[in-house]
């Protein structure tokens, strides 16, 4: 499980973890020279990144969407902060928790739901009787049972994460 996230780093801080790859290329300085630019990310948020050297043979394995184990220091560029990567891998599957990349709320699921069931069995549309009741259209939604959590993410499957699409459930 991720211990450091993106919200939790500060400037002048060494740092060993492993982030999402939200953008990657590599472009080049006023001088000529390349380098690896990065967008890395978890669900706290996102942070620009940066690889001067020695980046040639890891950047050719990674690509947007994957997840990379990094190994650097946060600095401040025009009053941002952004990550100066001194070494950078594909991180192996066993080593990520999906639930620390994918967004998810802090707040109670349980008393959101039965919230929610309160709110639609008010409802009072003649057009959409028994909302909120037992066989109404929100407790059949498929994904309903056993699909709430506060790390639901967990329960997605590796391949869903690498998609630029909704994640689907393991089977």
């Known amino acids: 499980m991720?211990?450091?996230?993106?919200?939790?780093?500060?400037?002048?801080?060494?740092?060993?973890?492993?982030f999402?790859?939200?953008a990657k290329e590599i472009r080049n300085t006023k001088e000529g020279k390349p380098y690896l630019r990065?967008?890395?990310g978890d669900r706290s948020g996102t942070l620009e990144a940066r690889m001067w050297t020695k980046f040639e043979l890891p950047a050719q394995d990674i690509s947007r969407?994957?997840?990379?184990k990094v190994e650097g220091r946060i600095e401040l560029y025009r009053d941002k902060p952004q990550l100066a990567i001194l070494q950078l891998r594909k991180a192996k599957p066993?080593?990520?928790?999906?639930?620390?990349?994918?967004p998810h709320t802090k707040e109670d699921v349980e008393k959101m739901y039965a919230d929610l069931i309160d709110y639609a069995g008010s409802i009072k549309n003649p057009w959409l009787p028994g909302?909120?009741?037992?066989?109404?259209?929100?407790?059949?939604?498929?994904?309903q049972e056993g699909s709430r959590g506060k790390n639901n993410a967990s329960r997605l499957s590796w391949r869903a994460a690498g998609t630029r699409?909704?994640?689907v459930r393991s089977f």
């Open 2 to 18: 991720k211990t450091l996230f993106v919200s939790d780093l500060t400037t002048e801080q060494s740092i060993t973890t492993f």
């Open 20 to 22: 999402l790859v939200h």
């Open 38 to 40: 990065m967008e890395l």
């Open 65 to 68: 969407d994957d997840f990379v």
């Open 94 to 102: 066993e080593e990520i928790e999906l639930g620390d990349y994918l």
């Open 131 to 143: 909302a909120g009741n037992s066989d109404g259209p929100i407790n059949r939604h498929p994904l």
């Open 165 to 167: 699409g909704w994640p």
